[in-house]
């Protein structure tokens, strides 16, 4: 695939390695794969960048789209943006010295997100609290930080949208602030300045800036764990690094680490009713049961996709339990705090500085009514067809269930003939 | 008026499932692209009524009729039935088990979640007989909540 296309799309698929199994067409949550001439097409506008299909792949031709590692000796200024994700990969080494690895990797800065996702925790905090008294928003709030759980909220659950917390993600607030500090340090030279997202989720690239995150401002680059893991290993086992302080030096902490593992986000929350879901299925059922008007009486919910949370990320090099592991130990060898002053966060709230509302409004209408809806007429066509093809969801189609079979044949997008079970009947071809 | 309709079976005491029948009427509306307001409004009553069923009723069944102007929802039951409907429609009355409630059920707030997310409902009930429970929703959006 050339790179212009690549750029689009939250993965891509490998053609030399693809074997035309159906674990992806049957693994995507909102049913974007459709096999066809024996090789998965994907329905990128529908495409929310799970992984799931990176995952569940068993050739290992589906392949997320991140940039190259390469590219970071080109850059003039590299800044390394990290999650702390990143630190879980490497038992028995401190998060400052994994900085210092990045470094030698070839990025002339690299900055913690630690702060910043305490940063995000005050102010979610405080707009939990204030909207017990106005009700603004409806509870149970639910998460901003997984950007597939937003993503897949928009597709597939749009009623829910009012749930989302329009608080500025962790990211966000870090790219803010870095770039702030980067036009007083690097004056009238932004331009060279490259920013790199280190991270283990799949990441859609535009045509010059990263859509991963729904608001602004905008990273240049995302780099997945795995594509950084073995030349990181390969820096931090030279003995003897020098150790030079870095102009971004925000220390992690505690807080941060535990943030990789299913509910590390709500733990530290002096909020009380919350709830803790991971897992792309799980999140899915707890979608729905809310949109049935269940959970009310929770305020915050913290969903993650990745099971066990973001050390189950699809761009992981480390196995997600051991990563937990790893984070667990790690953990009681820190002794930091929290750090970010309350009162500075509620003046800073009272400021509007992490409102993410038009950035959420601005999402609902890039994911939202990408299909073109159905009429009653075509829903009972559908039901008729069902009847008739009376199959078992065996996807030989191309698509994943003989539902969305059906409803592709009401649009014009599939031929009932692509029907195994109707051919054995002996149907005729587009009948 | 081409008018789309489905039923749905609830089981007996099928905790597990209960729930389905009402994700399954959601899902047919948004593939309408219905307001999703009116389709909160439908999926809140649809499982409150399934849970009624589940809970109190013995096997029972969810219709659905949806047509360009409005969905109507029925659901019907041969269970005990309800004694008195007007006490059954008072916020906070509930006849749940202990081991009901202690399953976070029986708020005595399903009824008049049904009647506040409906535009119009009515309740037939005879005793030893079953509940039947009949909600329409305008299509038009003019819904108070």
Redesign the interface.
């Known amino acids: 695939m050339d790179d212009a296309k690549k750029a689009f799309c939250y993965v891509h698929v490998d053609e030399e390695l693809c074997g035309g199994c159906l674990h992806d067409v049957k693994a995507c949550p909102t049913r974007a794969i459709r096999m066809k001439e024996g090789r998965p097409v994907i329905w990128e506008g529908r495409c929310i960048g799970c992984g799931e299909c990176i995952r569940l792949c068993p050739a290992g031709a589906v392949k997320a789209a991140t940039s190259e590692l390469e590219s970071v000796n080109e850059d003039q200024i590299s800044v390394a943006l990290v999650s702390p994700v990143l630190y879980s990969q490497f038992p028995g080494t401190m998060p400052k010295e994994v900085l210092t690895g990045l470094r030698q990797v070839g990025f002339r800065h690299t900055v913690d997100m630690s702060y910043f996702l305490e940063m995000f925790q005050c102010a979610a905090e405080e707009f939990i609290v204030r909207n017990r008294k106005t009700g603004e928003f409806p509870f149970p709030l639910i998460s901003p930080v997984c950007p597939v759980v937003v993503r897949l909220i928009a597709v597939l659950f749009p009623s829910l949208l009012p749930h989302i917390l329009p608080i500025m993600r962790p990211v966000a607030l870090m790219v803010r602030e870095v770039k702030r500090q980067i036009s007083l340090k690097y004056k009238g030279k932004e331009d060279s300045v490259t920013l790199y997202y280190i991270n283990p989720c799949p990441t859609k690239m535009d045509s010059d800036r990263m859509t991963f995150h729904h608001e602004r401002p905008y990273i240049d680059r995302a780099l997945g764990i795995n594509d950084v893991y073995a030349e990181l290993t390969r820096q931090l086992e030279k003995p003897g690094k020098p150790d030079h302080p870095d102009i971004f030096d925000y220390k992690p902490t505690e807080n941060s680490l535990i943030w990789g593992i299913s509910g590390g986000e709500i733990i530290d929350m002096h909020i009380r009713r919350t709830l803790a879901v991971s897992g792309l299925e799980e999140t899915i059922a707890y979608l729905e049961k809310i949109e049935l008007g269940l959970f009310r009486d929770v305020e915050y919910i913290e969903f993650r996709t990745c099971p066990e949370g973001c050390v189950g990320g699809t761009l992981t090099a480390v196995d997600k339990y051991l990563a937990k592991n790893i984070i667990r130990k790690t953990f009681r060898k820190g002794d930091i705090g929290r750090r970010v002053s309350r009162d500075n966060i509620h003046q800073l709230y009272e400021e509007g500085r992490f409102s993410a509302k038009s950035s959420l409004a601005k999402l609902a209408v890039t994911f939202g009514v990408r299909n073109t809806p159905l009429s009653i007429e075509d829903l009972m066509k559908i039901d008729e067809l069902l009847e008739q093809i009376h199959g078992m969801d065996c996807a030989v189609c191309g698509a994943p269930d003989c539902r969305t079979f059906a409803e592709d044949v009401i649009r014009g997008k599939a031929s009932l003939g692509d029907c195994l079970v109707l051919q054995a009947r002996g149907m005729k071809r587009d009948a | 008026m081409?008018?789309?309709r489905?039923t749905f079976r609830i089981n007996k005491k099928d905790f597990i499932h209960a729930?389905e029948a009402?994700?399954s009427v959601?899902n047919?509306l948004?593939?309408?692209?219905v307001d999703?307001?009116l389709?909160?409004c439908v999926?809140?009553c649809?499982?409150?009524g399934e849970m009624n069923v589940v809970m109190h009723g013995g096997e029972g069944i969810l219709s659905v009729e949806?047509?360009?102007e409005k969905v109507i929802l029925e659901i019907s039951d041969d269970g005990p039935g309800i004694e008195n409907i007007d006490l059954a429609m008072q916020e906070g009355f509930s006849t749940a088990t202990e081991e009901q409630r202690e399953m976070g059920f029986g708020a005595g707030m399903g009824l008049p979640?049904m009647k506040r997310n409906s535009d119009h409902m009515t309740v037939e009930s005879e005793k030893e007989k079953g509940t039947q429970i009949r909600m329409s929703f305008s299509m038009a959006d003019e819904k108070g909540e």
């Open positions: 081409a008018a789309l489905k729930g009402s994700i959601k047919l948004k593939s309408l692209h999703t307001k389709i909160r999926s809140v649809g499982y409150e949806i047509d360009r979640n």
